[in-house]
């Protein structure tokens, strides 16, 4: 008896698992786009319980196996489209592929429009080479650093922030290779980061009420003026939405730092507004013991609010004002903490205000042709103090654009003229040269944006700047995407730039403006480039479709015709000359993303060869790595934990000094924990502790009178930073 019950049992559980086996069911699914009935590749779906998960192909084509008899849910999601959920009953009484089509989402894909070329085109459909760091990107950056936009920027491939100061720890944008003072810096595509307004420029501005940042590299004068011969970095604000945005970022650092933020945004029918207000502090921080600062005392208010109206469908206007004040103070750590001396005497000190306006109006007169204009004040005044020396001055530069817009399905112009000025004006302290200069720049330009083919874009373009005693500059461009297949595109590209010279430049920064004779327009001239560069992309999938693989190649040329270079003079002077010869940079860029899952690796590398030619004589530019890697690695779950392991490597640069730095490699981890209304993170940054005084030095000379080095590695070393992100 007992042994029939045991083969009873045993004869049930096997019909169980019999049923079981041939309940595991099979949808098959063709993903296409609503409107254009385009495949999509790359649609995840999963069913609401996950016990299963698979992604479309190149032919749109998904399988999702082992889903259970009975009524599921499968879940269809995919960037730039709605989620979109689809009830089944297994099994299904055909094993023909369902076609399921998905919406666009426009709230999304207004966050993949690029402005800076001014095309009404998503980023997918521009043929000029625009890299995009999404609002995404930004809050994890954010977390990282949250008072400034230096790391968000050193990360990417091409790009180096390079430090000018080992005391007040000024920083300026190198991209490929070239320096600083040839990137155009933007905000909402107003040039209120020019000239003497550079200064401290990238310490200045927390990424936090940011939407969208735009990086453009190569000659790219045509767009928006002089400036731009490396590229421009387009910041692109936050936009007030009907739903209510209300966050509030509290950060704290081992370095001694503490960050407080509120953005508040909405819209209300006919108005919006955004205001967007931070605190950042630091104590001053040496972790090196060198008796310098690694990170200067400072305190900074930031306050920037924005109204929007909304006349009509077809008609708004918005106006905005950024306001930033920021005294900074590094130097002798003793001379700070108040126990200075006739030895510990050195200090920097910065003060700076900044103010700006941003005025825009767009009227549409149909769904073809709009107008719009936009202009920008800007003040901005800094006031530099070393012992004996000090230099003041105020800059008063406007911006103006009328523009024009005409799209239709294959084609899309832009017409315009600006007027932009510059006004500086140099306290008179001590006996020397006073630096005012007053620029007044007019420009025209038109772009046609033209989608010749299936297979083909072009965009081109054309700006006439007329320069006071400077003269006429024209600057053509020219763009092009190949769409090879659904997998492989390229893009080429090339144009013209130009930079109006001025004193404001990394060299003269190290000197303080310190015995640098002003410009003379009689004998100085305006720099003169051209660039060009080539990409591809590639992108596929393995492993059944789970491991997603793409891979952007770029190579780039820029030449500068006589370059204008800080020479040193008799009597300890300098002075600016455009010498007889020229500065070419080339090399490649390679990003390489793969996916798995929750998991995506990040890498890069960049190859720079940046050289100088004066009368013969070839010589590596500075503080320029020629080899560079990134990697990231990142495991996140929606709406739950970001987890983020990083490493950069620095091959050795050249210094103005003749001798050469040392490689080095930086390596973070950040952690983040996300709720419905609420996320902690820690995040620690450069946990290897590698910073320039563990391998070189900074300074030489004595501590009362330092002459200090380049830096071209971090002075900081290992910060941890922590905080809190609320949404309210």
Known sequence: ???????????????????????????????????????????????????????????????????????????FSYIGYEKEKKIFTFPLSSIKPIEILLNSDEKMLEEIVVSSTRSTRTIKDIPTRVEFISGEELDEKGTMKPGDIRMLLNESTGIITQQTSATSANASIRIQGLDGRYTQILKDGFPIFSGAASGLGLLQTPPLDLKQVEIIKGSTSTLYGGGAIAGLINLISKAPTEERDLGIHLNGTTGKGLDVSAYYGQRFHKIGTTIFASYNRNEAYDPSNTGFTAIPQFNRFVFNPKLFLYFNKNTELNFGINSTIENRLGGDIMYIDGKGDNIHSYFERNKTQRYSTQLSFEHHFNEQSKIGFKNSISYFKRNINIPDYSFEGTQIATFGELFYTFTKERTEWVAGLNLWTDNFKEKKIADFYLRDYHQTITGAFIQNNWKVTNWLNLETGLRTDYVVNYGLTVLPRVSAKFKITDRFSSRIGGGLGYKTPTIFTEDSERLQYQNVLPIDKDNNKQERSYGTNVDFNYMTTFADDKVTFSINQLFFYTYLHHPLLLQPENGGLYRFNNIEGETDSKGSE??????????????????????????????????????????????????????????????????????????????????????KKLSVYANFENFTDRRQTRFDTIYTGTITNPIFRDIYAPLDGFIMNAGIKIKI
Not at 597 to 613: C, E, H, I, N, S
């Open 590 to 675: 390679t990003n390489v993303k793969i996916g798995y899952k929750d998991f995506a690796l990040y890498l890069g590398y960049t190859y720079t060869d940046a050289r100088t030619v004066e009368k013969d004589i070839k010589y590596a530019s500075v503080l320029t790595p020629k080899h560079r890697l990134n990697s990231v690695l990142m495991y996140e779950v929606e709406d739950q934990w970001k987890i983020g392991l990083e490493a950069y490597y620095f091959s050795p640069q050249k210094l103005n000094d003749g001798l050469e730095g040392k490689q080095y490699l930086i390596c973070g981890f950040m952690i983040e924990k996300i709720w």
């Open 1 to 75: 008896m007992k042994n029939i019950k045991i083969k009873f049992v045993l004869f049930i559980l096997i019909l169980l698992s019999i049923q079981n086996i041939s309940a595991q069911n099979v949808l098959k699914v063709i993903l296409k786009d609503r409107k254009t009935k385009e495949v999509l590749i790359g649609v995840n779906a999963k069913t609401e319980h996950a016990t299963g998960e698979a992604s479309s192909d190149s032919t749109g084509l998904l399988i999702l196996t082992n889903i259970p008899n009975g009524e599921q849910t499968v879940v």
